[in-house]
Structures are given as structure tokens and as C-alpha cells.
């Protein structure tokens, strides 16, 4: 027998526990490792051909085209067996290429190719077909098939039905491949097989096509089939690029990364990498399939400036030097504090770096926000507050480790896509699943428990659940002890609550509440995550804080399967912040009022900087309408349809001497600006997005930017140069560069070192990430325990009487934010506009049926939107999305904010309904 050598490298002995033989070669192989994954990873160049198997499905072993012999000893008895399925044993010999195997495959080929369509093997010009190139590997020639033709079972008309997806079942092999990613990739189960026999075939939801299916358009079956059987409109698998660029999605804060083709310079397909840490080779319809909006008709292409009340066309010259001599002179007239800037989620971090630059050092004031103020600003203040740290505590990987789940204000599944069935494939496979929020959400189906809390209650209910936990003396005293401090103070205050009273409050059942609370503090580790329904509170600040208590309380910090995750909404809310888009923190997070700190950005940027905090959004608004603002830049934000109070928006941007928005299409916001600049999109520039995770990744130009615009990381370059500071070129890896000697956690962080799926911060000075936060200690040292009473808000006090109803806000899936971008894909076709949430009770109440007209009134407004009647909200709430600028819904929002962060509470907002008049032939957004 051959002798087995393999050196452990760390003891340098000789190890012969974990040894196989491919083709006579030995090598080490890890326990339980499947033979196929063994030979493509020691022998990559060894083509075993699959059919039925995929990078991010579970070995299935039905084709069993990758058969292998295997014998126990060498020159012992062959047994074919599947590849796929199964595990590699100690001194095992694996044949890959034998003459038995050969013809084996050949017959299995030569089988399903009775029942296939060989004409269409000629189509097959990308060499992506993944059955005809298993043909051409083995050589079958169609006159070689020694078995009668069969009937094809599927020969029936294509479904092209669906916006985007596709499918032509007479190429169908019955892999299963597309079945398994939508059931164990998505979670979905819309795909299924139907019938027997020649008879046997795949089918959609009730066999009615994709369209009138349950489909969500994630495209996971798509990538997975090996026919095209099952496809796109976009023919996404089996596109000819000229070049594949590997990028990051713009849309949400998970940070999908993207394979974009191209085809002469134009975006034809994307794909998801299977390589990619966070996405696994999975995306939603909106990464996969919502990119066309930018070569769209609508995009801006030259820069505006708006002479007697209309924009005409402008040089980029010309637009700077209007820019930079309004900007002098208002700075000269009114003082630097009476400009501000307003960065974007949507900007590289990069972009934002700068921005906060040009506004700092060369305008002199600390007068910067960003849209975190409007959604995550009370997370990042609260988790400072107790953990020193203002961002997740752990990984998404974690949920492989996790004993339960905590979702608290968040829709994963439609907002967080990837993430939200990552939480919902967990609860499927038996993990408590614990949901806390006023609607009954996706994930409700597979959760535990649903806690349908009234809207603005966070802090009662986080308050209940606390109670349980210390009165059933669940308290981990260790970890307490140890590894925090404030917990006597906020056990006193907790203890004295009233349970039937704070049950009464929330509208849940305080038994209910006790066994979410019992279970989430039993289990060995628990993980919780939050969003916007947290956070955009007039107490957001103060629920985070319990957040952070809650797993304080249960030693579910600093190690895998537990922490704190914020669900950012957008795809660089994390790194706008660390960047320093905010009023009072420079990059890093740095303090700009703290001496030591101020001095240190001063040397670095070589300009005196101000140490005055500046103004956050809603102050921007309210000193604009003061007149102590003049001018106002804001980059790739809509903040006239998506920050609240709309009409309050309206009156502050109208009075300012200067107005200057980037944008890609002429938004509401953009329409009221003096000066509009044509920016480049995600697609078209290089930089770096932070997801919600804290990883940094790279984002890589796919195709020039549209003729005529620049990114935003130019024009700031542009105009900083134009006003006097002599800032470099712009380009994404020396800015990068700059940014690491100044911002703590990036000090080891370079463009090359980030590779293919970037670093979680901080990024030591070696270049290694940090996946879990806080394992030893926090970073302010000890954990900050508070305790915090519920106080109602002031609009249920100011107007909870004369308007009843209480109205909240969500995201759909299909759309981002104001929908921008979205409402110019084929994602518009899908969902076509906002609509009205609300109970039957209500809806039989104020006399209307689903689909019929009802007007929304609050104190700020009215709009009129159409009903649909659901049980996702109880009786007395109703919510909505505010994607589409026919509507502006944010009329009704009002001005009240977080205490703390100052973010607008959308979540809560007072309103009186009643069907509305003639209603006949009005569109959606033409008030009766």
C-alpha cells in the first residue's frame, strides 16, 4: 500500500488521521468534507461534472453525473458512489476519471438527452449551458444517443409573464437546482415539482406562472439553474460579457456584493459571487435586477442653474464659479456658520470623508449632517452611550451560532433582504424567533412570539421584558459584575414598575411578555437586531440604550451568536457616520468640541477649524426659516419627500439665498434648488461602502459615468480647489489612504489589502478585521446600564384627541426610500404605488373597501391613499410607505424628533381618516 505522509505544520510530526488518494496522490482532507468539495479543492483543474449541484445548496445527489469510484484500500473493490453526498474516509482511494465512471456519466448524459431539446444545445454560445458542456466534455455526439428520443413532458409556452423573471421548461432537466434555492436559499417555497412520470415538471406557486405567484423576484433560482429553464429578462447566466466587475449594491445597508457584465460599455446582466462572504451568490430583485436605472432617459446630464425661475444648462465652469462666489460672499456677509452641508448614505465613504472636509476646513463650520440623522442617528448615540461604540457588536455570520433571535422594530425580510431569510432560514429550522412590532410581519409566520406592541411603546415593552428577566432571577450577576456598572440604579427603578399597567399601555399581554422575555434569557446565546421602528421614536435614543441593557443583562455580548446589530437602512449609513456626517463628531467618531481633538484635525487638514457643534437637519430647517442659514449643499438626499413635515421642509429650503443639490434625476428637493450638479452613480465610480456589519468593502466602477456628469467625489475635489484649499486628485485609493491616518479603526486599512470581501473594523495596523466587538471589555471600559421610564409622545398628547388613529411608516421591498431610482426599473411594475394599511374594523368603520380611496388627515395636512385591507395592523393603526412623490405622505409627519439624536419620528404619527369624496375618476395623490 502507497505510504500516506502528511506533516502537521504547526508540530512538524507526521499525521496520517486525515489522508485520502485522488487518482494516487494523498492529501489532507477536513473531517466530514464531501469527496467533491475535496478533489476541487486540492485538485482544482480535476473537472468532476455536476449537474444537480451548486455553490450555496445543500449536495442533493440526484443527477449522479459526478460519480467517483472509491475504494477502502488500494487495489480493492470500486464502489461508484455520488461525489456530491459523499464524505471523504481515512485512506480512501478516489478514482475520478476510471473507464466505468466514464461511460456511467456518459449514459446518464445520453439519457437526459432523449428528453431535451438538442437544437437549443446550439444557443449555447457563453459556454455557460452547464449540461452542454458536460456533452462536450464527454464527447456525445447526438448521434452517438443509443436511446429512442423521449416526449417531452415540458413543451409547452413560455412564461414571460413577470417583470424580470422568465421560464422555459422545455430545457428543464429536473436538477432540482432551482426548487432548492428557492426553498433553502430564499425560503420562499414558491417553486415546487408537479406530477409523474413524463408528466413530472416544475410549477409556480398554483401552477398559475411567476406572475401570479408568491415570487419576490430574488433571482436565486435563476443563478442556480444550469439550462436557462428558468431565467431572467436580462438572460443573466448565460450573458457574453466583454468584462465582469465585482462591486457592492447601493440600496440597503447589508452590502451585497455584485458580478456586473458589460457588453461595449452598457450594464447587460448582474450576478451574485458565490465567494462573497456576505451574500453567498444570493440578492434581492433590487441588487439583482433594479439597475437600469442608470442610463435611464430621466438621468441629469448637465449642470442646471435657475435664471428667472427655470433651469437652463451649464457649464461645469460656469456652475463653479456661481458656487464659489455665493458661498465667498455668504460666508464673507454672514459668517461661516451660515452655510451648511448635508452628505448621503448613497455617497462612497470616500465622498462623505470629503464632503465633512470641504464643510470643515475650507467653509470653517461644523454645520454637516447626513440621512443617518433621519434614521440611525439615536442607534449610534444610544450603543456610545453603553457600549462606547456606536455600531453592530457582531457579525451576520453569527446567526449559524445563535439560540435566539430577537427582531425588534425591523422588517428584514423586505428591507434587509439577504439578512431578513438568513433570520427567517433559522426560525425555520427551530430557533426561537421573537418579533416585536406593530405589524404582523413576514417573519411573524416562523416566530415564536409576536409582540404587536402599540406604536411608541418600545420603552415600556424593552422595560417589561427587563423586569421578567431580573424577577426571575435570569440576571448573568457575573457578567454584570465584571463587566459593567450603573446595574443597582437601574434595578431599583425597574422593580418598582407596574406590569398590568405597562400591559395596558402596550396593548400585549404581559404573560406573553414574560415567556419572549424567559426566552431569550435562557438561551445559551442570543442575538437581537433593530431598525428604523426602533429608532425613529421620540424616545429612539432611549430604546437602543434598553437594547443594549437587555443583552448586558444576559452576558449576550462579545463572543459568536449574540450582540447588538442595527439593521441600517441605507448601504453606507455606517460609513457616512464614521466618516464624521455628523454636527459634533469630526471622522472616527472624534469629538470636534474636545480640545485635544481639534487641534490634532486642525494640523491634519492645515486650517483653523471651528469648535462650535453645528447644526443636525431639523435645525438646518428651522434656522433656514430664522434666516440665520443662507446656503445649503445637499448631496444625493430628497429630504422634500422623505424627511417629515413636508411642508415645513418646503418653507425653510425656499428661504435660503442659496440652494446646490447633486443629484441623479431632478427629485422634489432638486426642483427647488438654485443650482442642480448631474452626479455619477454607484455604478459608475470606485470607492468604499460600510455595510451594517462595519464592513468595509470595495466599491469598483462598472462604466463610465453618463456624459456630462462627474462623481461626487470630483465635483467636491472641484470646488474645494475653486475656494482655495488645495486638496489632491481625487481617486479612491489615496483617499483611502488619508482617511486611515486619521480615523482610528482604519489605521490598517489599504485598498489593496481590503481584497474581494472587505474588513470589518476596526482594522488593526496589521490589516486584521474584527468580527466581534467588546470580547474583553467595552470601549468606554464598562458597560453603561441605564434605566429609562416611558413618556408618551407629544403628538399623541398635542393631537392624539382630535386625531384618533395612529398612522406608522414602512419600506416595501420592491422600492428605496423615495424611490428615485427604483421607480425608474421595472420594480415599478410590481409595485406601483403606496397604499393604506388598515384593519377591517376600521375599514368597515369609516365605510370603505380594499382598493377605495381614504383620506389621511393630521395636523400638518392631508393626502388620499388607496385602502388595503389586512390583519397585519390591529384596529386603531394604519401604515404606509412613502415611495412615491404622487402622494408625499410626509405631509402628515410631524416635527416632533428623538430627545437625544433629534430623528423625526415617522413611527408615530396622529391622523383621523374617513373615506374619501368622489372618488370615481381621481387618481392616487389628487386630494377630494
Known amino acids: 500500500m502507497s505510504e500516506v505522509i502528511i506533516k502537521d505544520k504547526a508540530k512538524n510530526t507526521v499525521n496520517t488521521d486525515h489522508a485520502a488518494f485522488i487518482n494516487g496522490q494523498s492529501f489532507e482532507f477536513i473531517p466530514g468534507e464531501s469527496i467533491l468539495n475535496f478533489v476541487r479543492r486540492n485538485q482544482p483543474d480535476e473537472n468532476v461534472p455536476t449537474l444537480c449541484d451548486a455553490p450555496n445548496l445543500k449536495p442533493f445527489g440526484s443527477c449522479r453525473v459526478c460519480s467517483v469510484d472509491v475504494a477502502l484500500e488500494e487495489g480493492g473493490r470500486m464502489k461508484a458512489v455520488a461525489s456530491c453526498h459523499t464524505p471523504v474516509t481515512r485512506n480512501s482511494f478516489i478514482y475520478t476519471r476510471s473507464e466505468r465512471i466514464e461511460r456511467l456519466r456518459k449514459n446518464i448524459i445520453e439519457l437526459v438527452l432523449t428528453d431535451y431539446p438538442l437544437e437549443r444545445l446550439n444557443e449555447n454560445k457563453a459556454g455557460k449551458n452547464e449540461l452542454q458542456n458536460i456533452v462536450n466534455q464527454l464527447n456525445i455526439k447526438p448521434e452517438d444517443i443509443r436511446y429512442p428520443k423521449g416526449k417531452n413532458h415540458k413543451d409547452r409556452t413560455p412564461d414571460i409573464s413577470h417583470p424580470y423573471m422568465r421560464a422555459d421548461l422545455s430545457t428543464c432537466i429536473n436538477c432540482y437546482r432551482c426548487v432548492r434555492a428557492c426553498d433553502e436559499v430564499q425560503g420562499e417555497m414558491v417553486l415546487t415539482m408537479a406530477g409523474r412520470g413524463y408528466e413530472n415538471t416544475i410549477t409556480m406557486g398554483m401552477n398559475d406562472g411567476f406572475s401570479e405567484s408568491d415570487c419576490v423576484s430574488c433571482g436565486a433560482c435563476s443563478q442556480a439553474c444550469p439550462t436557462q429553464a428558468i431565467s431572467d429578462v436580462f438572460n443573466s447566466k448565460m450573458t457574453v460579457a466583454d468584462e465582469t466587475t465585482r462591486t457592492v449594491c447601493t440600496y440597503c445597508g447589508v452590502g451585497c456584493n455584485l458580478e456586473v457584465s458589460t457588453v461595449d460599455g452598457e450594464i447587460k446582466s448582474i450576478l451574485a459571487p458565490y465567494d462573497a462572504e456576505v451574500n453567498q451568490g444570493h440578492t434581492c430583485l433590487k441588487g439583482r435586477y433594479a439597475f437600469k436605472f442608470y442610463d435611464h432617459p430621466e438621468r441629469l446630464s448637465s449642470p442646471l442653474i435657475k435664471k428667472n425661475g427655470e433651469f437652463k444648462e451649464v457649464s461645469w465652469d460656469e456652475a463653479y464659479s456661481f458656487m464659489t462666489q455665493k458661498f465667498t460672499e455668504i460666508r464673507e456677509n454672514n459668517g461661516p456658520d451660515s452655510i451648511a452641508g448635508i452628505s448621503c448614505a448613497r455617497a462612497t465613504n470616500e465622498e462623505n470623508y470629503l464632503m465633512q472636509k470641504f464643510i470643515r476646513a475650507v467653509i470653517g463650520t461644523n454645520n454637516i449632517d447626513g440621512c443617518a440623522r433621519v434614521c440611525h442617528s439615536p442607534t449610534a448615540l444610544g450603543m456610545q452611550r453603553t457600549f462606547g461604540t456606536g455600531a453592530a457588536t457582531n457579525s451576520i455570520e453569527d446567526l449559524k451560532h445563535t439560540e435566539c433571535i430577537l427582531v425588534i422594530g425591523a422588517n428584514p425580510t423586505d428591507a434587509h433582504p439577504v439578512t431578513g431569510v438568513k433570520i427567517r432560514q433559522r426560525a425555520m429550522k427551530g430557533i426561537p424567533l421573537i418579533i416585536v412590532d406593530p405589524r404582523r410581519i413576514d417573519l411573524c409566520k416562523y416566530a415564536k412570539y409576536h409582540l404587536q406592541l402599540r406604536p411608541g411603546t418600545n420603552v415600556a415593552l424593552l422595560n417589561m421584558m427587563m423586569y421578567y428577566i431580573v424577577k426571575e432571577g435570569l440576571v448573568d450577576m457575573n457578567f454584570i459584575q465584571s463587566r459593567t456598572e450603573g446595574y443597582e440604579i437601574f434595578n431599583d427603578n425597574i422593580l418598582k414598575l407596574d406590569m398590568d399597567e405597562l400591559s395596558v399601555l402596550t396593548g400585549v399581554n404581559k404573560d406573553l411578555v414574560r415567556e419572549a422575555a424567559i426566552t431569550y434569557a435562557t438561551a445559551k446565546s442570543a442575538m437581537s437586531f433593530h431598525g428604523l421602528g426602533v429608532t425613529e421614536h421620540s424616545q429612539g435614543t432611549f430604546a437602543v440604550t434598553l437594547i443594549a441593557d437587555l443583552a448586558m443583562l444576559t452576558g449576550n455580548i462579545g463572543r459568536p451568536g449574540v450582540g447588538v446589530n442595527p439593521l441600517r437602512g441605507q448601504n453606507n449609513v455606517q460609513g457616512m457616520a464614521d466618516m464624521g456626517v455628523q454636527p459634533h463628531q469630526g471622522a472616527g467618531y472624534l469629538a470636534v468640541d474636545n480640545p485635544q481633538v481639534h487641534q490634532q484635525f486642525e494640523e491634519f487638514y492645515g486650517t483653523k477649524l471651528s469648535t462650535e457643534i453645528g447644526y443636525k437637519i431639523p435645525e438646518m430647517f428651522n434656522a433656514a426659516i430664522d434666516g440665520k442659514l443662507k446656503a445649503l449643499w445637499i448631496i444625493g438626499e430628497d429630504v422634500v419627500q422623505t424627511d417629515p413635515n413636508t411642508n415645513h421642509v418646503k418653507k425653510a429650503l425656499s428661504n435660503l439665498d442659496l440652494f446646490v443639490v447633486s443629484e441623479l434625476f431632478m427629485t422634489e428637493t432638486a426642483k427647488m434648488a438654485d443650482v442642480v450638479l448631474p452626479a455619477a452613480s454607484f455604478l459608475e465610480k470606485s470607492g468604499t461602502f460600510t455595510n451594517g456589519e462595519r464592513r468595509i468593502q470595495r466599491v469598483n466602477k462598472t462604466v463610465e459615468p453618463i456624459k456630462g456628469c462627474k462623481s461626487d467625489g470630483d465635483i467636491i ?102 424611490g428615485a431610482m427604483t421607480r425608474r426599473t421595472s420594480n415599478v411594475d410590481i409595485l406601483t404605488e403606496d397604499v393604506l394599511l388598515i384593519s377591517a374594523p376600521d375599514a368597515s368603520k369609516i365605510g370603505v373597501l380594499d382598493g377605495e380611496l381614504v383620506c389621511v388627515s393630521s395636523a400638518r395636512g392631508k393626502v388620499d391613499l388607496k385602502a388595503r385591507v389586512t390583519d397585519q395592523v390591529k384596529p386603531g393603526v394604519l401604515s404606509t410607505t412613502f415611495h412615491f412623490p404622487e402622494v408625499m405622505v410626509n405631509i402628515l409627519t410631524s416635527n416632533v424628533s428623538d430627545s437625544e439624536a433629534l430623528c423625526p419620528e415617522y413611527k408615530v404619527v396622529s391622523v383621523d381618516i374617513r373615506k374619501a369624496r368622489n372618488t370615481q375618476n381621481r387618481k392616487v395623490g389628487e386630494l377630494d
Not at 735 to 746: G, R, T, W
Not at 759 to 784: A, S
Open 717 to 818: 475635489v472641484d470646488m474645494m480647489r475653486r475656494m482655495g484649499y488645495d486638496q489632491p486628485d481625487f481617486a479612491p485609493d489615496t483617499m483611502l489612504e488619508e482617511i486611515s491616518q486619521i480615523v482610528p479603526f482604519f489605521k490598517g486599512v489599504t485598498w489593496e489589502g481590503l481584497g474581494d470581501n472587505g474588513k470589518q473594523w476596526p482594522v488593526l495596523e496589521d490589516g486584521i478585521g474584527t468580527t466581534i466587538m467588546h470580547k474583553e471589555e467595552f470601549k468606554r471600559g464598562k458597560g453603561n446600564i441605564q434605566y429609562h421610564d416611558f413618556r408618551e409622545t407629544e403628538e399623541i398628547v398635542d393631537h392624539g384627541e382630535k386625531f384618533p388613529y395612529i398612522l406608522t411608516t414602512n419600506r416595501e421591498l420592491e422600492h428605496y426610500n423615495c
